[in-house]
């Protein structure tokens, strides 16, 4: 674990206070510690999502660095928590960090695109960290989020026939898997009870949890200009 303090000034971090319309806002950018994996590694540690936790800071997962780090948004101090012993490669690649109904911060691991099977994580507000292996039916996770139900969805991308949506309840106990013909991205639960996400290249889907049943809805094609 890393506390550095930090002053309003670097690269990674930004704090935009909510402003009237009339009055311009003020940016406050914070630099993260430098990313503990050497080369092949970028210099960069790629803060890739954002969470407000419930502990009063700000979370967030650093792809590049097998990082996951926190903010206080008052002190602006800067917590890190190395994710691999030691800190060897970036295979990891932690992303798509969120609160949980638990009291506890969760995220996914894995390398998105592939078939190569990942982890959803769970990790304490005091950085104790807990891995559930997705089943090897399922490719890479790539998005997470709380479902209607309490629990987490999670959706994955990789090959033909491994990609879709995962359920697990946070005793990291997998309750459903949904295969899909297309890479499913982007979830988010929907005012209508429904699980939404980004399926393929130019579809949005709804899942519904009740029967598990697909409606797909194509986006207009608009050519490049």
């Known amino acids: 674990m890393a506390v550095v303090l930090v002053g309003a000034l670097g690269l990674a971090l930004i704090a935009v206070p909510m402003m009237s319309s009339a009055s311009s806002p003020t ?39 097998n990082r996951v780090g926190k903010i206080n948004p008052t ?38 695109g592939n078939s190569d099977a990942g982890s959803i994580n769970k990790i304490t507000v005091n950085g104790s960290v807990t891995s559930y292996p997705v089943p090897a039916s399922l490719a890479s996770p790539f998005n997470i989020v709380v479902g209607p139900d309490g629990n987490l969805w999670f959706s994955t991308w990789g090959g033909s026939g491994n990609s879709g949506i995962g359920v697990m309840n946070t005793a990291g106990t997998m309750l459903h898997t949904y295969l899909t013909s297309q890479w499913a991205r ?5 005012p209508d009870g ?32």
């Open 186 to 190: 982007g979830i988010s639960k929907g």
């Open 75 to 112: 002190t602006h101090t800067i917590t890190t928590y190395n994710l691999a012993t030691p800190v060897s490669t970036y295979s990891l690649l932690p992303q798509s960090i969120i609160a949980g109904p638990d009291g506890n911060m969760w995220f996914v691991t894995g390398r998105g």
């Open 27 to 65: 940016i406050n950018e914070f630099l993260l510690p430098p990313n503990p994996i050497g080369p092949p590694a970028p210099q960069s540690t790629w803060p890739d999502s954002i969470s407000a936790g419930p502990d009063g800071n700000v979370w967030f997962a650093e792809y590049y660095a």
């Open 194 to 225: 429904n699980m939404w996400f980004v399926y393929g290249y130019q579809q949005i889907a709804k899942m519904n949890p009740a029967d598990g049943s697909f409606t797909y809805f194509s986006v207009p094609y608009v050519p490049n200009r």
